[in-house]
């Protein structure tokens, strides 16, 4: 004590404070470094929402004692962090909100096969990669949001009738960040080539105008509002909406079901083991409870989403997977197509 | 007068600090220049004069709009005599305490569609009329001008403080009138006080990322954060950000040049200030009402929607005990991050004001590059330089320290410089020549005086600290989300109630160094 008043005598308070706290500062950096986690723990990357995954991952905390690191950032943030971390991420796993990024992590080394046998029963083929470096965790169908004060449904067939100029001023779109539009817009191209994809773009572009959002719940509130009439969101932010609000006049609307048409845009929510993960028991530990019933219920129940294993049911609530034809552009392609889309997207000056 | 001083290992050390501090600058113009421009090319097209427009237009309507909110009440406080005078004197400081995109958040709450305000507003006309939409430049700027008009206030206030009156009583000695008087002798005197304030707002405003995302008001700093986080586009990213920058060196010029134009109007002998006029009941009234108005709305009504939502969530059981967690993170963050800066920053003023030769100098200017970078361009290029250079420190807090330091250590050189050339340099030389060494007159001579502006310094570099957020976003470590982050992630999906007890812990804890910036005598130069 009497030395650190000598010091402080002899220095004065404020340089006293700040050689002090730089001491501090070095303890901490040399304490942080190895920023090594025990095993029985997994480092998570998440581009979902913290509401959507975080009850999921805190109940695998609570039944296995496993402890789970959490990130949240965007889909494709986090695949550019991975991309620059290379072999020093700390992440185990990455989960996103949709396969295309999962696929693009793929396509650059940055994830490695799932060996668990419990993946090739219990997920179809559709939903996961070749390999299996990344798995569907829940589906969700791109659909068109109506107000039902405003709109009658019988009058739209087709996603890309939205493009037409008569939707003018009544549609809000996803910004042209959104992974969703990305994705949306490349199975318009893969399923009806490059022209119709560019009138797409163009069309709901002039169309929305300034009713551009980087939330689907922000789309699915302004419909409900009536500020405007129509959106294209994922399908399970209008039945969450509607679990809150049962009154608000809104509905789903699954289009291009006609012989011969693209199908409904179905997309998964999804996970990879990234290449360099230092705990793999763990990061299996995890994807096989996710993929357990008891995980896939609650992504069915609490999220509203399709379950990816089938033995488990989709909430009653939603259209049951079974009454709708989905589009059959494999998902991997999203990856491979996403260049050419981001281009043409920013191209057209989407916002 | 340049002098040529031999290389002392001060020097060195200083030369050592500006190349570290330019580091992220040098590396986006290398990545802005490597590789295939024809995609940039695409960008140049089809966004860039939005974002041009948009920029440039916010920049300029909240400059005037600070400008008039900031003069206005500083001069009313300064000369006028009225009832509650002392509690404005320091109430107006407040707004700063209140992170851009906290206020952008209440605002979309508060005028949304179907909000609050049109419902009321609906209510009171009966009718269906619409207002405004939030999500335009007209949000913007209101949101932006209630964050920074204190800018100006506080050193518009300062001038008037430090004003000679004899300019004024000699313009109306010979026949101006008070308005003439105010307009074209008040105001030029105090021009170099509102230029360093339009440095602040502009730069603030063109740098801002929150408010404007949330705003969802398309300006460069957030197209370059969507460049690096929505696609893998850094050298798009790269190229608007050296437009940003070329933009914000011509201000930083202009204001460098104005500064020393101010040398002129500084007189010597005792000031005179003025004294303030007592005012009529009625006068008092109109400026407490115009007052309260302004102060509600920037930050009497924020703060209590905040309380209540606090409370909400709390009563909810939303309110964890992960926050105790996100207050240390915030706090320890910021402090080390003030410190740090204030420690190499004091060598690059030290000797830019007292051996200001070109080396010196071209070192302290150096430095002033970090705040004109946009947060989230520099935290890649350091992201980069840790993965690839020193990969021992990446993902620790180290990182995210440097990132604040880089960009926030120039809103601190500004105090520390102007409180070193207030220290006279005969002090120095007298401990000298009765044999002190450097470091030790530095200690006791020169810190000693110096001590208030450093302190100030201090303050403004913790108090911005506590409300960054792009290079937060990106840098943070696994776990250690700060109070900006997670007010970050509940307000971008709407929940305001969750959103509200982080913006309320921000408010508190940045009171106190706002209320302490308040009490000092800013003075541009």
Redesign the interface.
Known sequence: MKMITQIVRK??T??F??IL??F??LV??II??P?LYAEGTV?VYSGR???LIKPVLDHFEQTTGTTV??????S??L???L????A?T?ADVFITNEAGALELARSLHLLQPIRLPAVATTIPKYFRAPDNSWIGLSGRMWVIVYNTNMVDPLTIHSLLDLATPSWKGKLAIP???SEYLQAGASMVLASKGERTANEFLQGIRDNAG?E????N??IV??VA???VSVGIVNHYYIFRHLAKNPKAPIAPLITDQEEGGMGAIMNVAGIGLTAYAKHVPAAHQLIAFLISPTGQEMFAHINKEYPVNPTVKTDPKIPAASSFRASSIPLTLLAELRDPI??EI????L? | MVRHTRLTPLSLLSLGIAAFLTFPLAYVTYSAFTGDLS?AG??WN??LP?LLTNTISLAVGVSFTTLTLGISTAWIITRYQFWGRAFWDWGFVLPLAIPSFVLAYIYTYLLD??GPVEQTWQWFTNSDARIP?P??FTGALVVMTLNTFPYVYLLARAAFQNFNLSFEEAAQATGATRWETFWRVSLPLIRPALVASMFLVVLYVVSDFGAV?LL?F?TFTYAIY?Q?????DYQSAALLSLLLVGFALVFLFLERWFRKQSRFYQTSGRVRTATPKPCSMTQSLLINLSFGLLFMAAFGLPVFLLIQWTLTAWTNGDVGTSFGTYIFNSV?LS??AA??A??LGTPLAYLASRIPSKLHVACLQGAYIGYVLPGPVAALAL??LF?DVI????????VL?LAYLIHYLPAGLQAMEAALQQVHPNLEEAARNLGAKGIRTF?QVT??LV?KG??GAWLLMFLLCMKELPAT??L????FDTLAVRIW?EA????YQLAAPPALLIVILTIPAVFLLSKKNWQAG
């Open positions: 220095f004065g404020f340089p404070l700040s706290s730089t501090v500062l901490s950096v942080g470094v920023q480092v929402a913290e509401r690191q959490l990130l949240t950032a965007g494709t943030e695949v550019n962090r991309r620059a971390e290379k020093r700390p910004t042209a960040n300034n551009v959002y980087g939330k719940r922000q509130d302004a509002k009536g500020k981001i281009q920013q191209r057209l000056g916002r | 995609q695409a960008l089809t966004r939005e569609t179907a939409s999500y335009s995302s969802r398309q969507q690096i986080t929505g696609r893998f320890f402090a080390s410190t740090a204030l420690l992201l980069m993965t990969p021992i420190l990446y993902g620790t807090v180290f320290i200690m810190f000693p001590r450093f302190f976003l990106l943070r470590p696994i776990g992630l971008s999906e709407e929940l």
